[in-house]
């Protein structure tokens, strides 16, 4: 069988060799399970990828997909279970090497790069030999720049340090890295999440191309829209295993939705929990005066008032960052953020004065926040361990309580509160980090894209919550590059283009079509529903 | 127009950033320079042999230590000042003696280094121990095992060829044949995928294994590549001192060391590079005999040695510091 011949990586899949064994599976896996210490990640997986098919995988974080993924790609051995290449049964790759050399390419979660080194470094990795080369040079070169070219549709200088580049851009390379290979294979395990909306759109034509020439694509996702765009079949995972297979047509978003959670709870019931906006529309908390993101960019207002819940959208890297970091008191190129509090001004000229005017702020890296050799309980209490303070000494008790308190309100699913933080699902984590801010009862909490990554039952927790906080009082600003969120959730949204306050928009007028025309600078007649 | 001003002033600013960072040494180099410019001032007849001579061992011992450091997950090796001494130990008691002065002898050090570097590697990588620790546990058996043999020193007999390291070969400073070697190896070793693999491997280890290399056998090879570099610089320490002594062990430890911070090379791995060594190992060395030309004690050495250290990584951190953190 083609597919497991060593050193095919340089020679491109015709299409031809891929019509003839279209019946065979590309991949099958067979009853897979897989344990790290106490938990089991897999219990009986089992997948199957044809030649030609965009098949999505799709469940709630620890639902196994990315341990199945990793179980292809060579980086996890599985416990039970076998994994068929081909015609050829082997008990999965052993190491990434193996994997790649039976035709499967990668595109992890985590944007994957050498920082230090240059693009075109960063997209060869690994497909020489210590000693020999087994692509030449000029080739490489060639090959990086084209397939660059066309996902990022425009030019970019493969010489360039990859740390210099954005997020996208990386990810962008990471996803070349995999295209260089001319996979058999393709796993793209969230590939996406990382992208701004038009390379991602370029990214899903080539996607459609490999297809054609008969190359299998495995496709992760927490965007319903990206599998109702590109799969042709789903398979979803829960608790560890494969629970339906689906062809495109027979699915719907609340069908698959319930399939991955066993509920049918969806976004819009969250800003229905909430009272209405006048009920709890209170004072401005935190005003920013005249500020500017960029030297050459258009000052602008911004006042938050107690009660709301304001989105901060935009494509990537137009300045929302920028934004929630000057209302940190992290600074801006001009301009004063303002706290207002029992009719005083209090100018917030850095984080730790915006700790103190209640302002908390929980980052976009999850970890970069967490402590990851700590326990849960460690995790939480951080920044308010003054509170535990019991006539000098530390009192584990009175942690242990407060934690237990906020952990039953944000229903986080832990085994004891002594476990290391990274025992925790990814959703989980994010509580229990969202809980250490809240624990310090802020009156302003700002969140930079805080659902990224994170399971759709505890992005719904997560909705209960901010609806429950802006009832109380907080005022929420979150930055989100989920549109459904802005749309279903938010009171009002600021849109940022090209690092200035483009528009707000106010909830009664919020769309897909509307946020998506201010991206682009545009009203929302001249652009269709995205 | 003063925001036209002010964006000339960025673009030469980011312009320099670049500089600083694609040549992480450049301030080594000045201060080499300047450091080269005051001795010759100071003292005209600056010995070239001679000073290259002296040169050579700290030199090599810097360069020595860099591979491991670059290959990243706390890559260090301890252990290269006792293993130069230990090679310059068995050349002088066991192998000149018996005739293997030669190049056979050479060819027997080199092997013995490498093997040394490649003990270390494994340990590492295969019984995960912290480079920091098992190179500080060979450090001290080395050191052990230099005292045990060469307990009192012994001038070195049966090869004549090995001082004219240290002096000329056909009017050239011996030193230019021996302290090039590593950097002529490091060169060949950009012309094949191994080099690019290790920065790559000291820059993001987890995203080389996921990439499909084989992150060990680099981090094992460099070690490797390490005791290799020392093994030439112990025939270097052999070729000047003419004698061996266990005492001299450990004192090439932590200047070399500093030689490579100072060089510019990031002690999380993937950035620098063995001439940055070489440029921080030279800085180091004209900063002593300046100092010594004036009579300044060589406790106050040391202070200074700390000072430039310091004031060099700041420097290379403030100069390559981005002014906006990409999104």
């Known amino acids: 069988m083609a597919l497991m011949r060593g050193g095919r990586i340089a020679t491109p899949a015709g299409p031809a060799d891929a019509a003839v064994d279209a019946h065979i599976p590309l991949v099958r896996v067979t009853n897979v399970a897989k344990a790290f210490g106490a938990t089991q990640a897999l219990r009986d997986a089992s997948f199957e990828l044809r030649p030609g098919e965009v098949h999505s995988l799709i469940g709630e974080n620890g639902s196994g997909k990315s341990t199945l993924v990793k179980i292809l790609s060579g980086v996890h051995a599985l416990d039970r279970g076998t994994v068929e290449l081909g015609d050829v049964e082997v008990n999965a790759p052993r190491t990434p090497r193996e994997a790649q050399e039976s035709g499967i390419a990668t595109v992890f979660q985590e944007v994957l790069v050498a920082e230090a080194r240059s693009v075109l470094d960063n997209i060869w990795l690994g497909v020489d030999g210590l000693l020999r080369k087994r692509v030449p040079g000029s080739d490489k070169r060639a090959r990086a720049a084209e397939l660059l070219a066309e996902l990022l549709d425009r030019p970019l200088n493969v010489d360039t340090i990859i740390e210099e580049l954005s997020l996208s851009d990386r990810q962008a390379c990471c996803i070349v890295r995999a295209l260089v290979r001319d996979p058999r294979v393709l796993i793209l395990d969230e590939a996406t999440s990382a992208l701004d909306v038009a390379t991602r759109d370029r990214l899903f034509e080539i996607v459609r191309r490999l297809s054609k020439q008969g190359v299998g694509v495995i496709f992760i996702t927490h965007r319903l829209d990206e599998i109702n765009e590109l799969g042709d079949r789903v398979t979803v995972m829960r608790s560890g295993n494969t629970v339906a297979v689906l062809d495109r047509g027979t699915w719907t978003s609340r069908e698959l939705v319930h399939l991955m959670t066993g509920t049918d709870r969806l976004v819009q019931h969250a800003r229905e929990e909430s009272k209405p906006l006048e009920q709890r529309l209170g004072d401005a908390v935190l005003s920013g005066n005249g500020l500017r993101l960029h030297p050459e960019r258009a000052a602008f207002d911004v006042t938050i008032r107690a009660g709301e819940l304001v989105g901060v959208a935009g494509l990537e890297g137009h300045g929302q960052d920028l934004f929630l970091n000057a209302l940190r008191g992290g600074g801006a190129v001009d301009g004063v953020v303002v706290a207002h509090s029992d009719g005083d001004e209090i100018v917030v000229g850095s984080p730790s004065e915006a700790a103190a005017q209640g302002i908390a702020f929980v980052p976009r890296e999850r970890r970069q926040a967490l402590f990851a050799w700590m326990s849960i309980r460690e995790n939480f209490a951080m920044p308010t361990l003054d509170r535990d303070n019991r006539m000098g000494w530390l009192s584990m008790r009175a942690t242990r309580v407060r934690f237990s308190h906020w952990a039953k309100r944000m229903e986080v699913v832990f085994g004891k509160d002594g476990d290391r933080i990274t025992t925790l699902s990814g959703g989980n984590q994010q509580k229990v980090l969202i809980a250490r801010w809240l624990a310090a009862d802020p009156r302003v909490l700002l969140l930079n894209d805080p659902t990224r990554g994170i399971d759709i039952g505890a992005k719904g927790d997560f909705y209960t919550l901010l609806a429950q906080l802006v009832d109380e009082g907080v005022a929420v600003v979150m930055l989100s590059s989920e549109l459904d969120e802005h749309v279903d959730l938010m009171d009002r949204v600021l849109v940022f283009r090209e690092q200035a306050l483009f528009r707000q928009v106010e909830h009664e007028s919020l769309s897909r079509a509307e946020l998506v025309a201010a991206f682009f600078g545009q009203d929302a007649a001249s652009v269709v529903e995205a | ?327």
């Open chain 2, 1 to 327: 127009m003063p925001e036209s001003a002010t964006e000339r002033r960025g673009e030469v600013l980011g312009r320099t950033r670049r500089l600083f960072v694609r040549y992480s040494f450049a301030f080594a180099l000045m201060l080499a320079i300047a450091l080269l410019i005051a001795n010759l001032v100071k003292t005209p007849n600056f010995g070239w042999t001679f000073e290259l001579a002296s040169l050579a061992p700290l030199a090599l011992a810097a360069m020595a230590s860099t591979p491991s450091i670059i290959s990243g997950g706390g890559g260090f090796d301890l252990s290269i000042s006792p293993l130069m001494a230990l090679v310059n130990i068995v050349f002088v008691f066991y192998l000149a003696p018996h005739g293997l002065g030669g190049v056979l002898g050479v060819i027997i050090v080199l092997v013995l280094g490498a093997l040394v570097g490649t003990v270390n590697g494994l340990l590492i990588i295969l019984a995960r121990v912290p480079p920091i620790v098992a190179t500080l546990a060979t450090y001290f058996i080395l050191i052990g095992i230099d005292l045990q043999i060469a307990s009192s020193p012994r001038e070195l007999q049966g090869s004549t060829w090995i001082s004219h390291l240290a002096g000329t070969v056909w009017h050239i400073p011996g030193a230019l044949f021996t302290i090039p070697v590593p950097l002529l190896i490091w060169f060949l070793l950009s012309r094949i995928p191994y080099r690019s693999m290790l920065y790559a491997v000291g820059s993001n280890d987890a995203t080389s294994f996921a990439s499909g290399v084989n992150v060990a056998r680099v981090r094992v090879a460099a070690y490797a590549l390490g005791g290799l570099f020392a093994a030439i610089g112990g025939l270097a320490l052999t070729g000047l001192v003419n004698s061996a002594a266990g005492t001299t062990a450990s004192s090439y430890t932590l200047v070399a060391i500093a030689s490579v911070a100072l060089g510019g090379t990031s002690l999380w791995g993937g950035r620098g590079g063995l001439f940055g060594s070489l440029i921080g190992a030279i800085t180091i060395y004209l900063l002593q005999t300046l100092l010594s030309s004036f009579q300044v004690s060589s406790s106050w050495l040391e202070v200074v040695y700390g000072i430039a250290l310091l004031v060099a990584v700041c420097f290379g951190g403030l100069v390559t510091r981005r002014r906006v953190a990409p999104a």
